[in-house]
T-cell receptor
């Protein structure tokens, strides 16, 4: 398995509170991604990073921000959590080639009450 | 924009049956195509891939052929086992920006194999 660790694995939080999810990789891959998985929607891209301090928005970026200060760490922050952000969040990494597959972490299940 | 369409299921089969999960796509350029599998409580794992037309990806008895003329990448297995029960995702990378902006996924097909 690719060396990807997501933390925490589970979190319950209240509406309006800030939440940060962490993704840590040991593969030294350039690209990192945050996806959310919801029934009926499959996986949708939130944000991605193509290098340290280089990030861009994905399909469903509203309400989320990211930071990448080191190659190995990619943080996803919900500034003020809402119930619509209850989901399973997956981090993924890939090498610097167009046909490179993504390697996924085991996910963080977030519940916003 | 890019899109991937696949049956959502659940698809229920008996052990040793033949499996087909259909996947069609819309993309600009010449995408690479992937099948991922997700077991309960886990992340997605790459099952197979194909990077150009007529390529066949294969792994663990599963196969899929990149058909540019029909924009399809159907997943097949000749004899399924109970352990194949999982959710299967078809995905594409259109290669724009060197693949930096990730993959576009279908909604997933839940496969249930009964003994």
């Amino acid at each position: 398995d690719a060396g990807i660790t997501q933390s925490p694995r589970h979190k319950v939080t209240e509406t309006g509170t800030p939440v940060t999810l962490r993704c840590h990789q040991t593969e030294n891959h350039r690209y990192m991604y945050w996806y959310r998985q919801d029934p009926g929607h499959g996986l949708r891209l939130i944000h991605y990073s193509y290098g340290v301090k280089d990030t861009d928005k994905g399909e469903v970026s509203d309400g989320y921000s990211v930071s990448r200060s080191k190659t190995e760490d990619f943080l996803l922050t919900l500034e003020s959590a809402t119930s619509s952000q209850t989901s399973v969040y997956f981090c993924a990494i890939s090498e610097s080639r167009p046909d490179s597959p993504l390697h996924f972490g085991n996910g963080t299940r977030l519940t916003v009450t | 924009g890019d899109s991937v369409t696949q049956m959502e299921g659940p698809v229920t089969l008996s052990e040793e049956a033949f499996l087909t999960i259909n996947c069609t796509y819309t993309a600009t350029g010449y995408p690479s195509l992937f099948w991922y599998v997700q077991y309960p409580g886990e992340g997605l794992q790459l099952l197979l891939k194909a990077t150009k037309a007529d390529d066949k990806g294969s792994n663990k008895g599963f196969e899929a052929t990149y058909r540019k003329e029909t924009t399809s990448f159907h997943l097949e297995k000749g004899s399924v086992q109970v352990s194949d029960s999982a959710v299967y995702f078809c995905a594409l990378s259109d290669g724009v920006r060197g693949g930096a902006d990730g993959l576009t996924f279908g909604k997933g097909t839940h496969l249930i194999i009964q003994p």
